[in-house]
Structure formats: C-alpha cells, structure tokens
C-alpha cells in the first residue's frame, strides 16, 4: 500500500523549473497559484527535496483563510503534513518549513545520517528513516500510508520528481507550463537525474485535461498503468 501520488510543477515553455543558478522564478500567475493552494489544501502531505529547501526555502503552507478554515472544520490542521527528502539530514533548523504554520513535519533519512543533525531536526519533525545511504521511496511510502497519507502531493524539484517518476512511484502528473523561456543547458528541468536509456523504461502518460490558466496552460496526466 501506499498514497496516490500527484507530482506538480510549474516549468517555462522550455521545460525550465528555474535558471541554471536555481533561483527560484516566478513563472506561473494568480489563478495557477489559488490552484495550487487548492491542491495543498486537498492533500495529506506534501512533499518537497533538499535542494528546494536550500534553493526556496518553502513554507508550504496553504495560504487561502477559507482553505484553512474548511480544514479545520474537518478536524484536520489548516496545513497538510509537510515532508522533506533529505537524506543526510541537511535540512536547516531554521527552514521555513520547520517554523512557519501550524501542522505535522517529517523529515525522511537514511540510515547514514549524520545523528547530530538527525537529533537536533528531531526537536522540529517526526524522523523517519528508509534506506541505508539514501531515502529508499516505497519504504517511505509504505510507512507514510501507515500513518494514515492517503493522498501525497510532490512539489519537487527536478531530481525528486525524477525519483518518483523512474520509480513509477506516481498515479497524476500535472504540469503548468508559462509563458516564458528560461534557457540554458544547466538550468533543472521537470526531470533531472540519470535520465532513461531504453523507450521501453519510458512511463506512459493519459491525457486527462488541458486547460489555459493566466497566460500559460495546465496540462493534467494520469499515468498510464500497463496490462
């Protein structure tokens, strides 16, 4: 068992997530963002990398005040669990993530950890440890749908949606493309990482909706599960 999966990103009209400095730019408008805090508001968990937290540092935190008060009235926090994948336990006790909003944090380890690090971000999140020199996915999966997940929202970056992507660790895959070009041979794309060798290892996608927001289109995938 484990959460359904939705992988969401923003990326300009030449599959850019941000500039080859990864400074984070913004490339969608006020509609896709009322959007997105919708998705947040919708979602158990969401869940981010290291090298977003050290690039953005994100809150997540649903912003609309009537999201947040229709999740109170369900009981829930008015935030989603927010999650980091960081295995070696990088993540700066002073992140956004960690201080601002009411919620759970869990930070997902390896075993290799450094435990100084592991011990002092245990004073701000739930650890949880899958894999011995990185985050092992469906392990983290398996206990994060055992802790009562059932829907798990991934905000990226590039290298950790490749994981879910090449693990075929997703079931949607909704992408906001902008109305601008970025550019340049570094810059992280919508799926960094090792990159597939064979078409055979390719995850097949199901158009589900096209949809024009602001001055970009939304286009939504469904992963294609074969028989």
């Known amino acids: 068992m484990r959460p359904y999966v939705i992988i969401n990103a923003a990326m300009s009209a030449d599959g850019k997530l941000s500039t080859r400095e990864r400074r984070q730019v913004r490339i ?22 290291i090298g977003t937290i ?4 994100p809150s997540l935190t649903v912003k609309s005040p009537e999201l947040k008060s229709a999740r109170r009235r369900e009981g829930r926090p008015e935030n989603p ?17 960690l ?11 390896a075993e290799d950890a450094d435990q100084g690090r592991v011990a002092a971000l245990s004073e701000y999140a739930t650890i949880i440890t899958c894999g011995e020199h990185r985050v092992d996915l469906p392990c983290l999966l ?24 090449s693990e075929g660790l997703f079931d949607e895959l909704s ?8 550019g340049g041979a570094l810059a992280p794309t919508l799926a960094d990482g090792e990159g597939f060798i064979e078409e055979s290892q390719f995850p097949r996608l199901l ?11 939304l286009i939504r995938w469904k992963r294609k599960v074969e028989e």
């Open 28 to 49: 969608s408008g006020l509609d896709d963002f009322a959007r997105v805090d919708r998705m947040r508001a919708e979602s158990d968990a969401i869940l981010v990398g």
């Open 54 to 57: 050290h690039a953005d540092d």
């Open 81 to 97: 669990t927010r999650i980091v994948l960081d295995s070696h336990a990088e993540t700066p006790i002073t992140a956004d993530i």
């Open 99 to 109: 201080v601002k909003g009411e919620g759970e944090r869990i930070i997902a380890v």
């Open 142 to 165: 398996k206990k994060l749908s055992q802790s009562g997940v059932q829907k798990l929202m991934i905000e990226g970056g590039g290298t950790v949606i490749w994981s879910f992507l």
């Open 175 to 182: 992408t906001y493309i902008g109305s601008c070009v970025i």
């Open 207 to 217: 158009l589900e909706e096209v949809q024009r927001i602001d001055d970009g289109l």
